[in-house]
């Protein structure tokens, strides 16, 4: 075989290189989207109104509370040491737009318009409440610079570092406002002198390379604690499925929604996430047991390890010096996801509940709770109140869905049936502003059953589009829409979405039916008292009026993060995209050297699956391959976000192919390019 530099071959690498790139970046989510742009449909804002059904139930949800109890208020604005007026955090790679954006909740005031959940208004203005505080002499939190907050835990020689936001912009920012109040207080404490993240989701670390660099982390020797398997969740969770969710989180989180009062408000845990850049930084010790006693710079800490509650791989922490409990997302100032929207593994209750019940007793002299979203509470007796009704949340959850699946009840009727008793319900910490019971019930039963109900008509169902389509033939699509309308008129908004959604999968350019699938997805929407289900709904009823998006996501973004996870993971990836089809009859073997890792990987093709495996490099291999790869780690990733051009790869050294180039180009035309959006209430 004769080997060649990369910036030295002829027409057939070149063309190999561009197929190379070409996959590389449909590895992640920097493919184009080619869907086709939908006719736009006009409305005005008197078109989305509350109808007085929805004005009704949104006062019965105000009768029923009493939104007029200040202790939340009171608690959420005790410490404040600073705010920002007009907040706004540029991000870094477009500096014309904003990361981060407060000014657009300012109209956030007053009583609820008629088109909010006035549950959900009241935790909207809770989460507009922005700045430093004072938890307590030497703890400090910043609230409303992210979806998530930053504590900051003072040490004997620096600032411990309590979760780092989402991104590098909204944790730098965030970090030098601390420091130019705190520097009065403590002017010889500016430096971090250890970092704790309480679990693996990026609104937690993402932000970490923004307020202190790798290198400084190796010269100063700054020790990183995070829960056990924190790095194989951090940097695994989405990839595989990760187009898919990446798209679903744009309904979860209203990405595309205008701010008012027509649009999103709330995620409920907080405004929503901050999209810029995103880090993340390897731990040096981690906590895998409870208890586990760390002096971190002088700071006693006490840890309890609870995975597979709120996220595969968290911690909460206790600290007797401030009779402090630092409770992660263990528990929360709302109802949590036993399911998340965006799609994930579904959340274990009673193990959920059963870590709520051992942080309580472990720290039953906590006089301050504080946590990774919203406000922090203070006094012994309130603490032990609020964490018994987190946990009889969770447990009354699972305990009741279980029973209801043991009398053989279907997922939807268990949710339909599931109520929490009055002294859990009216409690606003349990209220459903992100998680609900309808769905944390349906959680439960997956978890034990899975998606199959049992009935035998749901087996083998047809599938959307053509069911729809099979409706609407015997009804017609006149007396369905009719029907539809009549629905909405009565304020049956579920059975309008219902009856409409079949003659929109059936007919995707019935202008009348799409237009009233939208107002009724807009009612919908400004009755929930979830944040992400008023965002689903009113993203759904955006894009029925504008059509599926085209929009992709920037995955250079993430460029940190991905230099952190196993190029393993990345081969994953490649075998969920393999075109089966085209590979049923085929046997290549590539070879693909990280030079600067000292590591090697076999990919072939069998059966039409790809498979992958290291190889021992101190081994000369037997096997014959068709085609080599060498390239660095780094490049590797440039290639898979798109920031290596043709024009950076073709005049790079430090890329060769050995081998086939032929081969490797057909090799590499196995994989299919995913689009960043598809379809989803319209079909594709």
Same mark, same amino acid.
């Given at each position: 075989?004769?080997?060649?530099?990369?910036?030295?071959?002829?027409?057939?690498?070149?063309?190999?290189?561009?197929?190379?790139?070409?996959?590389?970046?449909?590895?992640?989510?920097?493919?184009?989207?080619?869907?086709?742009?939908?006719?736009?449909?006009?409305?005005?804002?008197?078109?989305?109104?509350?109808?007085?059904?929805?004005?009704?139930?949104?006062? +019965?949800?105000?009768?029923?509370?009493? #939104?007029?109890?200040?202790?939340?208020?009171?608690?959420?604005?005790?410490?404040?040491?600073?705010?920002?007026?007009?907040?706004?955090?540029?991000?870094?790679?477009?500096?014309?737009?904003?990361?981060?954006?407060?000014?657009?909740?300012?109209? &956030?005031?007053?009583?609820?318009?008629?088109?909010?959940?006035?549950?959900?208004?009241? +935790?909207?203005?809770?989460?507009? /409440? +922005?700045?430093?505080?004072?938890?307590?002499?030497?703890?400090?939190?910043?609230?409303?610079?992210?979806?998530?907050?930053?504590?900051?835990?003072?040490?004997?020689?620096?600032?411990?570092?309590?979760?780092?936001?989402?991104?590098?912009?909204?944790?730098?920012?965030?970090?030098?406002?601390?420091?130019?109040?705190?520097?009065?207080?403590?002017?010889?404490?500016?430096?971090?002198?250890?970092?704790?993240?309480?679990?693996?989701?990026?609104?937690?670390?993402?932000?970490?390379?923004?307020?202190?660099?790798?290198?400084?982390?190796?010269?100063?020797?700054?020790? /990183?604690?995070?829960?056990?398997?924190?790095?194989?969740?951090?940097?695994?969770?989405?990839? *595989?499925?990760?187009?898919?969710?990446?798209?679903?989180? @744009?309904?979860?989180?209203?990405?595309?929604?205008?701010?008012?009062?027509?649009?999103?408000?709330?995620?409920?845990?907080?405004?929503?996430?901050?999209?810029?850049?995103?880090?993340?930084?390897?731990?040096?010790?981690?906590?895998?047991?409870?208890?586990?006693?760390?002096? &971190?710079?002088?700071?006693?800490?006490?840890?309890?390890?609870?995975?597979?509650?709120?996220?595969?791989?968290?911690?909460?922490?206790?600290?007797?010096?401030?009779?402090?409990?630092?409770?992660?997302?263990?528990?929360?100032?709302?109802? !949590?996801?036993?399911?998340?929207?965006?799609?994930?593994?579904?959340?274990?209750?009673?193990?959920?509940?059963?870590?709520?019940?051992?942080?309580?007793? #472990?720290?039953?002299?906590?006089?301050?709770?504080?946590?990774? !979203?919203?406000?922090?509470?203070?006094?012994?007796?309130?603490?032990?109140?609020?964490?018994?009704?987190?946990?009889?949340?969770?447990?009354?959850?699972?305990?009741?869905?279980?029973?209801? /699946?043991?009398?053989?009840?279907?997922?939807?009727?268990?949710?339909?049936?599931?109520?929490?008793?009055?002294?859990?319900?009216?409690?606003?910490?349990?209220?459903?502003?992100?998680?609900?019971?309808?769905?944390?019930?349906?959680?439960?039963?997956?978890?034990?059953?899975?998606?199959?109900?049992?009935?035998?008509?749901?087996?083998?169902?047809?599938?959307?589009?053509?069911?729809?389509?099979?409706? @609407?033939?015997?009804?017609?699509?006149?007396?369905?829409?009719?029907?539809? +309308?009549?629905?909405?008129?009565?304020?049956?908004?579920?059975?309008?979405?219902?009856?409409?959604?079949? #003659?929109?999968?059936?007919?995707?350019?019935?202008?009348?039916?799409?237009?009233?699938?939208?107002?009724?997805?807009?009612?919908?929407?400004?009755?929930?008292?979830?944040?992400?289900?008023?965002?689903?709904?009113?993203?759904?009823?955006?894009?029925?009026?504008?059509?599926?998006?085209?929009?992709?996501?920037?995955?250079?973004?993430?460029?940190?993060?991905?230099?952190?996870?196993?190029?393993?993971?990345?081969?994953?990836?490649?075998?969920?995209?393999?075109?089966?089809?085209?590979?049923?009859?085929?046997?290549?073997?590539?070879?693909?050297?990280?030079?600067?890792?000292?590591?090697?990987?076999?990919?072939?093709?069998?059966?039409?699956?790809?498979?992958?495996?290291? #190889?021992?490099?101190?081994?000369?291999?037997?096997?014959?391959?068709?085609?080599?790869?060498? *390239?660095?780690?780094?490049?590797?990733?440039?290639?898979?976000?798109?920031?290596?051009?043709?024009?950076?790869?073709?005049?790079?050294?430090?890329?060769?192919?050995?081998?086939?180039?032929?081969?490797?180009?057909?090799?590499?035309?196995?994989?299919?390019?995913?689009?960043?959006?598809?379809?989803?209430?319209?079909?594709?």
């Amino acid at each position: 075989m004769v080997s060649n530099t990369f910036s030295s071959t002829a027409h057939t690498s070149i063309l190999s290189s561009s197929r190379l790139l070409l996959l590389c970046s449909s590895l992640l989510l920097v493919a184009c989207n080619n869907n086709a742009p939908t006719t736009k449909i006009a409305v005005s804002d008197g078109e989305r109104a509350a109808t007085a059904s929805t004005i009704e139930s949104n006062r +019965q949800v105000a009768s029923e509370l009493n #939104l007029a109890d200040q202790q939340d208020f009171e608690d959420a604005r005790r410490g404040l040491i600073a705010s920002v007026k007009d907040l706004q955090i540029p991000s870094a790679a477009d500096p014309t737009k904003n990361v981060w954006d407060m000014v657009a909740y300012d109209f &956030i005031q007053g009583e609820a318009p008629d088109t909010v959940n006035p549950s959900l208004w009241r +935790q909207a203005k809770l989460n507009n /409440i +922005q700045g430093l505080f004072e938890v307590t002499p030497g703890i400090y939190q910043l609230r409303g610079f992210d979806l998530s907050n930053m504590t900051l835990i003072k040490g004997d020689s620096g600032w411990i570092v309590v979760d780092a936001m989402t991104s590098k912009e909204t944790a730098r920012y965030a970090f030098d406002f601390a420091m130019k109040h705190l520097a009065k207080r403590y002017p010889d404490t500016t430096n971090i002198s250890a970092i704790i993240f309480t679990h693996s989701h990026i609104d937690h670390f993402g932000g970490v390379l923004g307020i202190i660099s790798q290198e400084e982390i190796a010269k100063k020797n700054i020790p /990183i604690i995070a829960p056990g398997g924190f790095m194989e969740e951090a940097t695994s969770e989405n990839i *595989l499925a990760g187009t898919a969710m990446s798209r679903r989180a @744009v309904y979860m989180y209203g990405k595309d929604l205008a701010r008012n009062e027509f649009g999103h408000v709330d995620t409920g845990l907080g405004k929503g996430p901050a999209f810029g850049q995103f880090s993340i930084a390897k731990p040096t010790q981690l906590v895998s047991a409870t208890p586990t006693d760390l002096k &971190i710079d002088g700071v006693d800490f006490e840890f309890q390890y609870t995975p597979e509650s709120e996220a595969p791989a968290e911690l909460t922490f206790y600290l007797p010096k401030y009779k402090a409990f630092g409770g992660a997302e263990l528990v929360s100032r709302n109802m !949590h996801n036993l399911y998340t929207l965006r799609g994930a593994k579904v959340r274990d209750a009673l193990k959920w509940s059963s870590y709520i019940e051992e942080a309580r007793n #472990l720290f039953a002299d906590a006089d301050i709770y504080f946590a990774s !979203h919203h406000w922090p509470m203070w006094g012994q007796e309130r603490i032990q109140t609020f964490l018994t009704q987190q946990r009889d949340t969770y447990k009354f959850i699972h305990d009741q869905s279980v029973r209801r /699946i043991n009398k053989g009840m279907t997922p939807g009727e268990i949710a339909e049936d599931i109520k929490l008793p009055p002294s859990l319900s009216k409690v606003f910490s349990n209220r459903e502003y992100y998680g609900t019971v309808k769905h944390n019930a349906r959680a439960v039963y997956q978890n034990y059953l899975g998606w199959y109900d049992a009935n035998p008509a749901h087996l083998d169902p047809l599938p959307d589009a053509q069911r729809a389509t099979a409706y @609407v033939a015997m009804v017609g699509s006149e007396k369905m829409l009719s029907q539809s +309308q009549m629905a909405f008129n009565k304020g049956d908004y579920r059975w309008s979405a219902e009856l409409l959604n079949h #003659l929109v999968f059936a007919e995707p350019s019935n202008t009348a039916a799409r237009k009233l699938l939208a107002s009724t997805y807009d009612q919908l929407g400004y009755q929930a008292e979830s944040g992400p289900w008023r965002d689903v709904y009113l993203t759904a009823a955006l894009e029925l009026r504008q059509g599926t998006p085209n929009a992709g996501i920037d995955m250079a973004s993430l460029k940190d993060v991905f230099l952190q996870t196993p190029v393993s993971n990345f081969f994953d990836t490649m075998s969920v995209r393999l075109k089966s089809e085209d590979a049923a009859d085929k046997d290549w073997r590539i070879k693909i050297n990280f030079t600067d890792l000292d590591e090697s990987y076999l990919l072939w093709v069998e059966n039409a699956v790809l498979h992958h495996r290291l #190889l021992d490099n101190k081994t000369p291999s037997k096997q014959e391959v068709n085609a080599t790869l060498s *390239l660095p780690h780094p490049l590797f990733i440039d290639m898979l976000i798109g920031e290596a051009g043709i024009k950076k790869i073709l005049l790079s050294d430090e890329l060769t192919i050995d081998g086939s180039k032929i081969d490797l180009l057909r090799f590499l035309s196995l994989f299919e390019k995913p689009p960043t959006s598809f379809g989803v209430v319209l079909p594709d």
